[in-house]
């Protein structure tokens, strides 16, 4: 029997002397990465819920090589595919001197850019991407970052939701709705018919690809408070979905995030890889854990690219929500605050920390949700809790501005790296995010209450001046509904922001010290966004389609330096 690439190859961690390349097959076999003829890497598939996976290590590299590859599953060529127009996969290692470019976005629905898909969700900016990079050459030390919803596991498009009903009347899997995913075969179509498309996949296989949940990878508002999650932990359905999400998330996502030591060290991937054969059940008893015990695995990575280091925390699954004898609400949880705080360190020209949901919103939308937060813990009595929690779940509020600790933790620890308290101070801090369905550049003001040896004049002990700045890519393809624009754009006014200063000193939260402004209006067409770092230098670009099409090359609409 011939065995075919059911997904893939997906270009995942390069580093100076090593790529690591991921494929799904339709059946067990051993896939072979060929470079110049020859096998470069070779691992046989892992077998999880009936699906065939293998991660292919190349190692011994040369840095700033140009590699193209060849993919055989036993000894069958499947990739490139016969005839294809797009340009060889490449396999591009990182060079010392060249600068580095960060390609960034979220919120990806997969449409094809169908005249459907267009009205409805706007053009797909991954596809335009690999329109742009198969006529250009790749300059620099180029990486994708998808910093949430890569796949709508509640917002499924047709034909994952006729696959749902046919499942339903087979098997009505305790009541689940049948326009949601909840098994782990049903989340394997969903990526495959996310990332099927030609061009998205010879992007994926091509650009090295580190990856991070949000909420609608699960579920919308996944962990918003623990009253949410009392809600959905009752729900009969939700034990198969969690596990199911998270464990897809672990194969499809998380794997290619981690370097080859890492992926040595992670005992999930250790009992995995040699259990010999289906390991269904292994990996559903580690993501209901993950879930039940957010403390026993961490989704956060780190990535240093050369000068630049990356940091992609985990924002939902890691959450401490507080209540029933939890640990107070946090973001990140209490392991998550350790982690950043022991990478987010001095010694790089760069810092950026990805997190899937801003960290600096519009000041009405900050304002009002360290507000919400405030009442409901009781800051303005017992009666006002339950209707303030219901408000924070109806409005989403459940960005960094409504886990105000954890804000203020962040805040302090970018005030010490900046005044060089950990290490020589960099030339930029940035924060990169998506999910909220609009792109924009938020830069940081100094507090006037700033020590006179930290930033009150913008400038480290050592006289270097460290920006700090948030930039937002949103969404790649999921357009804001006109309805929802005005109220986006009103939260960017100043008298919002006043009313909201207002309610955040009525219920006594502390002033933070990060201060910012808006530096531009709200944009809300699709974009994917690029921050190029050469040196002490960086410049932001945001990209988009404004003619619509399949065809349609995409072009700057916004650059700033940084």
Known sequence: MTVSLRLGPLLRHVAPTSATVWVETDAPCRARILVDGREAASARTFTVHGHHYAVCELTDLRPGARLP?????????????????????????????????????????????????????????????????????????????????????????????????????????????????????????????????????????????????????????????????????????????????????????????????????????????????????????????AHDEPSSYRWSHRFDAGAVRVLVTDTRCGRALGGDGEPERSILGPDGHAWLDEHLTGGHEHVVVASTVPVLLPPAVQHLEAWNEAVCEGAWGGWARGPAERLRQALDLEHWGAFQRSFRRLGEGVRALCRGERGRAPATVLFLSGDVHFSYLARTDVAEDAPPTGLRDGTGPEGRRTRVAQLVSSPLCNQLPLSLRRSARLSASWPLAAAGRVLTWLARVPRPWLRWRLDGPLYFGNTIGEVVFDGPDAEAVWYHCPEAGQDAPPRVHRRVNL
């Open 69 to 289: 590859y060849e993919v055989l599953l036993d000894d069958t060529p499947v990739w490139p595919e016969p005839d294809s127009p797009l340009p060889p996969s490449v396999v591009r290692t990182p060079a010392p001197d060249a600068p580095t470019r960060l390609l960034y976005g979220s919120c990806h629905t997969a449409t094809g850019d169908s005249p459907e898909g267009l009205v409805r969700h706007g053009p797909d900016m991954l596809r335009a991407t690999a329109r742009r990079l198969a006529r250009e050459p790749v300059e620099g030390n180029l990486l994708l970052l998808l910093i949430g919803d890569q796949v709508y596991a509640d917002e499924v498009q047709e034909p994952v939701r006729e696959l749902l009903r046919r499942a339903r009347e087979d098997d009505p899997a305790d009541g689940a709705p049948d326009d949601e995913v909840v098994r782990y075969g049903e989340y394997a179509e969903l990526y495959r018919q996310a990332w099927s498309d030609p061009q998205v996949r010879w992007l994926l296989s091509t650009v090295p690809t580190l990856m991070v949940f949000d909420d609608h990878d699960i579920r919308d508002d996944w962990n918003t408070s623990a009253a949410w999650r009392r809600a959905m932990d009752a729900r009969p359905w939700w034990h198969a979905r969690i596990t199911s999400g998270l464990g897809a998330y672990w194969v499809y996502q998380h794997l290619g995030n981690l370097s080859p030591a890492d992926r040595d060290a992670d005992p999930v991937w250790n009992r995995i890889r040699d259990h010999g054969s289906d390991a269904g059940e292994v990996l559903d008893a580690f993501a209901w854990r």
